[in-house]
């Protein structure tokens, strides 16, 4: 009995390029990322004289693309790995994966394997969410595979005889859970004899996406003031690398309630509040940091970018976080008492068995058209 595996298969304009990947989503570790590894098929004409080579290229793009006036570019392409594919190098170091040799016999002498290695501190594929009424691609990090010919890897390539397929940097959440996150505020106020404080907890500190988070509150009121409402609410961090203050926080799940409220002097209150955040909650919103999304493909909020050190981050990089904060209003004399807890919030690491390649194995071939980026045509299946 075959096994099935899928493959994702991309042809240039002209019929004369064709890549081959069997996953479009590749793991960052942390400690280091995954390699990049696919088959290119390339037609008998273009076997004469002529050199086709492969790139990485992350693209950021910090601007509108409807704001691009007089000249003004708000998109730099960033080319993380280059080496020519065809004719291959003499002395090929790397071992090729068992997905790579069965193309390569069953699409014959004309197909050529490629590896690409991508650095520690390359940045994670990121999506602001455009507004409703914005044009052209949206703000964020995006990568491709890129496939052309040319006489060196500085070539302008032409469109006809090139291949662009997206991809995806993703981290996946770790598997132990950190330190349970807990805090304590408190605050005097003039004339009081005593303190407000505000004790806040939360059940864990990883929360996978669609995961409900439970607030643990206690007040404590020894003060003379009187708390008449809780506000409880999941804020995303957004730090744009690049700018020096490109920082700013979004609220993507929020509850306020006056339940057990006023909390008089001398009284105190336990209490959890459950928040979800989700997309669906946010939709349209401007500025909502997203998974980096593949055409026609669902996505979420963004997950937590996970750094081996702080210093790490890249320049051309969005690094997205999460924290729970609770707000205690005590009217308009007394003011507010803040606390806030940081979070994790990411996919679980998908748990499937080792594909094994056999002789009989069949592959599930999915096309995409050539006329953008990445733009899928419907999938087809074929038997290689």
């Known amino acids: 009995m ?52 492969g790139q990485v290229v992350c693209s950021f793009r910090y601007g509108r693309e409807e704001d691009e006036v007089m000249g003004l570019n708000f998109q730099k392409d960033l080319y993380l790995a280059s080496e020519q594919v065809y004719p291959p190098p003499e002395k090929r170091h790397e071992n090729l994966t ?58 302008r390539s032409h469109k006809r005889s090139s291949v662009n397929l997206g991809i995806r940097k993703i981290q996946f959440a770790p598997s132990k859970q950190g330190r349970q996150p807990c805090t304590v505020v408190r605050k005097d106020f003039l004339l009081s004899p005593g303190e407000l404080e505000l004790e806040v907890t939360l059940d864990k500190q990883l929360y996978h996406h669609g995961e409900k988070i439970a607030v643990n509150i206690c007040i404590r009121n020894n003060s003379n003031k009187v708390v008449k409402k809780i506000k409880a609410m999941v804020q995303q961090g957004v730090d744009v690398v690049l700018f020096q203050n490109g920082q700013y926080r979004s609220a993507v799940a929020s509850l306020e309630t006056q339940e057990g409220c006023p909390i008089q002097p001398g009284s105190s209150l336990q209490k959890v509040m459950y928040l979800t955040p989700t997309l669906e909650s946010n939709k349209d919103r401007r500025g909502i940091a997203l998974d980096g999304q593949l055409k026609h493909q669902d996505t979420n909020l963004a997950s937590s970018t996970l750094l081996a050190t702080p210093d790490q ?72």
């Open 2 to 53: 075959g096994v099935n595996f899928k493959v994702f298969k991309k042809c240039s304009p002209n019929g004369k390029i064709t890549v081959y990947l069997g996953k479009r989503d590749f793991i960052d570790h942390i400690t280091g990322i995954e390699p990049i590894d696919g088959v290119i098929l390339l037609d008998s004409e273009y076997l004469k004289e002529r050199k086709v080579f």
């Open 98 to 155: 068992k997905l790579q040799e069965r193309l390569m016999k069953k699409l014959g002498p004309n197909a050529f394997p490629f590896t690409f290695v991508l650095p520690a501190n390359a940045p994670a594929s990121v999506t602001l969410q455009p507004g409703q009424d914005d044009l052209g691609d949206p703000c964020g990090v995006q990568y491709y595979v890129k496939m052309f010919a040319g006489e060196s890897d500085t070539d």
């Open 313 to 384: 981050r890249d320049a051309f990089g969005i690094v997205v976080s999460y924290s729970v904060k609770v707000k205690l209003f005590l009217g308009a004399l007394g003011g507010e008492l803040n606390a806030e807890l940081p979070m994790v919030l990411m996919h679980p690491k998908p748990v499937k068995g080792k594909m094994m390649l056999r002789a009989d194995s069949q592959a599930e071939v999915e096309m995409f058209r050539q006329d953008t980026v990445d733009q899928d045509l419907e999938p087809i299946a074929e038997k290689c």
